[in-house]
């Protein structure tokens, strides 16, 4: 449903979305600033046709969709930020219940170390500095280039490490329900 061909085609939108400057500046670099499902095509309504899935997939039923967003992120090496700070989660409103997905659209050719390029999660929250470690301690989940990575929306997660001067592009997505 999404091959190389479609994901070159969604990166290369993405990327020329970033170079006309519609990307957030109080984000981490370069996350699009607009609803990636909503752009014009049949790769993007096939990607997020297949967020859906997968999130139905992952809560074992369907649900009622209160709302879906979506956008991308492109990082480097040459752009990376102090990973300290990328520490997130999207589940902010305890009126409704989130499911997040990252899709892995592109990982340089020149990256080894698909275990740690993916993402970290942290189940039971991130460090403190002054408490120490708050219950279960990060993993990282494994890259897998045109799969979703599916989990909880209150779980905090950051990007993988990175391990190329190239970049790397994911698709991130929220169901609310």
């Known amino acids: 449903m999404i091959g190389e061909d479609s994901r070159q085609r969604i990166c ?6 970033i170079d006309e400057g519609n990307y957030f500046t109080n984000s981490p670099k370069f996350q699009t600033n607009w609803n990636v499902f909503g752009s ?7 990607l997020k ?18 709302n879906i967003q ?8 040459k752009d990376a930020e102090d990973r300290d700070t990328l520490w997130h989660h999207h589940n902010h409103d305890v009126t ?3 499911v997040s997905g990252v899709y892995y659209l592109h990982l340089p050719e020149d ?5 740690k390029a993916g993402t970290e999660l942290a189940p039971g929250g991130v460090i403190n500095q002054m408490d120490g470690p708050v219950g279960v301690d990060p993993y990282f989940v494994p890259w897998r280039t045109g799969y979703w990575m ?8 950051r990007p993988g490490i990175l ?3 190239n970049n790397r592009f994911i698709v991130a997505a929220d169901m609310e329900f």
């Open 12 to 17: 290369q939108f993405i990327k020329r979305g």
């Open 40 to 46: 014009p095509g049949p790769d993007f309504l096939n």
């Open 49 to 66: 046709m297949s967020f859906i899935w997968s999130a139905f997939s992952f809560l074992g039923k369907e649900v009622q969709i209160k």
């Open 70 to 77: 979506s956008w991308s992120y492109m990082t480097s090496l």
């Open 96 to 98: 409704t219940t989130t």
């Open 111 to 115: 990256v080894e170390d698909l275990e």
């Open 150 to 157: 599916m989990y909880p929306g209150r779980i905090y997660h």
């Open 163 to 165: 391990q190329s001067n």
